[in-house]
């Protein structure tokens, strides 16, 4: 008779099976499409630079939680490997290991457990880590191996990144139209035929792997939309008025990092917004942002920047879209 009693307990009353390591699991096999055109594309060099990176951060990760931080270490949860594999996307295939190391001991030391660890650090630890190494080694971080095949057919080992090659071209003065011949097919910058970071270069890669996230519900479409689509508006007003002196919006999210950090980088559970509203004015902002810095600024790309800025608006914006509570007043 007791079984038929009405049991009331407190909120919230929903229920799910997924857990902190199914979650993070997930995402590690979201994200075997790209290493394996990281492979395909760079070879051996890529392979030594991700085992390097995800080694180190779980070293790292370990070491600060069992003797520094007196806490049992969590590194069976994944999130240490999935730190480690995005900082090494973010990496040329050709960075020294001393490097990749440095990286990774800042994204998980100064990214990640300085704040905590896992659920409080307001930052993107991947992108601590490489933008750390992109103002610290700027030379090693910006010579881009070409990819096996392309460097069968040209002379040379290192190459500029179509976004380098188009932003030195429009600051001369050049035509958009008369650099097309100097950087590869869109198709090519599709499948990730093309030098640059080993594994943002395959936006048909990652889009598998974000397409198992959504069909899994490990991630939603908001903020990858939201930003693709930002970048894709913004530039095509430009593009629209002015060919020449701007480029194509297609150009402009096949190349650089805007599929990695769309759909892995910005849409990190605990560095992104609670709501859906939040979260589409969170992709939005990097839109925007990505935008102007490959456009205006210094830098020919700007995904990592705009990223690491918007998590820092999280706070505000969870608050500015902070749902009202059940039965208050409007």
Known sequence: MSDRLLKVSLSPHAFSKDSIES??????LALIPAFLASLYFFGIGALKVTVISVLACVFFEYVIQ??????KPTISDGSAIIT????????????????????????????KMSFGGLGKNPFNPALVGRVFLLISFPVPMTLWPKPIVTRMQLDGVTAAT????????????????????????????????????IGEVSALAILIGGIYMLYKKIISWHIP???IGTIFVFTGILYQFH???YAS???HILTGGVFLGA????????????????????????????SLIRIFGAYPEGVSFAILIMNGFVPLINKFCKPKRFGEAK
């Open 23 to 28: 979650l993070m699991h997930g995402v590690i």
């Open 66 to 71: 069992k003797f520094i931080l007196k806490v």
């Open 84 to 111: 480690g594999l995005l900082l090494a996307f973010n990496l040329p295939s050709n960075l020294p290991s001393g490097i990749v190391i440095i990286g990774a001991f800042v994204a998980i030391a100064i990214g």
């Open 162 to 197: 179509p976004l380098a090659i188009v932003k030195e071209g429009l600051g001369n003065g050049q035509a958009f139209s008369s650099l097309l011949s100097q950087i590869p097919s869109y198709f090519d910058l599709f499948i990730g035929n093309v030098g640059g970071c």
């Open 225 to 227: 939309v939201s930003m």
């Open 243 to 245: 060919p020449n002196q």
């Open 249 to 251: 919006p297609l150009f």
């Open 263 to 290: 759909i892995f980088m910005a849409t990190d559970y605990v560095t992104s917004p609670m709501t859906r509203k939040g979260m589409i004015i969170f992709g939005g902002g990097i839109g925007v942002i990505t």
